[in-house]
Nanobody, 117 residues
Framework: QVHVVESGGGLVQPGGSLTLSCGLS????????IAWYRQAPGKQRDFVAR???????DYADSVKGRFTISRDTAKSMVYLRMNSLKPEDTADYYC???????????WGQGTPVTVSS
């Protein structure tokens, strides 16, 4: 059974930092591209960052230079380090795993991030 579990969300002041974690089990971690998406209240789910199974990362323009995605293959974990947070970063953040060949994908349940003073 596949499990995708996000953690690390919370309340942070503008300009602050937060690190989200995504733990994956039940899959061969090295075969999956892992991404973070976010969904603000009343809005669609948007792409935030992705790290490919070979380690290359890409980012949405809105977070480029502020967020960093990384993966620890030994622990089957993916992290999203978020710096210089803004109120507009407030959203539920979701981890997404996509098999790099078949396209089979899995989603986590999300972790909330609130940026407010």
């Amino acid at each position: 059974q596949v499990h995708v579990v996000e953690s690390g969300g919370g309340l942070v002041q503008p300009g602050g930092s937060l690190t989200l974690s995504c733990g994956l089990s039940g899959i061969t971690f090295g075969l999956y591209n892992i991404a973070w998406y976010r969904q603000a209240p009343g809005k669609q789910r948007d792409f935030v960052a992705r790290i490919y199974n070979w380690g290359v990362a890409d980012y949405a323009d809105s977070v480029k230079g502020r967020f960093t995605i990384s993966r620890d293959t030994a622990k089957s974990m993916v992290y999203l380090r978020m710096n210089s947070l803004k109120p507009e970063d407030t959203a539920d953040y979701y981890c997404n795993a996509v098999h790099h060949v078949t396209g089979v994908e899995y989603w986590g349940q999300g972790t909330p991030v609130t940026v407010s003073s």
